[in-house]
Nanobody, 113 residues
């Protein structure tokens, strides 16, 4: 499954961004999808995930500020990020567990005044 992220960019502290990930395979809707982020020189960390039934899961840093959602008909998963902080700046990756697991190429989020 090929995944393509979009929606990253530069935002001021306290601002919002909505990330989008599109899959090229309809099987996407039957599997877990998630967002992870990676800081320079660090491992990739879980941010939020959603299963095929719509059950959501969040990391402690995301809970209460970020919301994950999906549109299976359009093979998409979203991450609405509110009240962004400078420490949220990272490359955000989309992941699906379909067909053994796939990652997107990532989208850069920069939080700075």
């Amino acid at each position: 499954v090929q995944l393509e992220e979009s929606g990253g960019g530069l935002v001021q502290p306290g601002g919002s961004l909505k990330l989008r990930c599109v899959a090229d395979d309809n099987i996407f809707g039957w599997f877990f999808a998630g967002w992870y982020r990676q800081f320079p020189g660090k491992q990739r960390d879980f941010v939020a995930g959603i299963d095929s039934y719509g059950k959501e899961d969040y990391s402690d840093v995301a809970r209460g500020r970020f919301t994950i959602s999906r549109n299976n008909a359009e093979r998409q998963v979203f991450l609405q990020m509110n009240n962004l902080k400078p420490e949220d700046a990272a490359v955000y990756y989309c992941y699906t567990s379909a067909r053994g697991g796939s990652w997107g190429r990532g989208t850069q989020v920069t939080v700075s005044s």
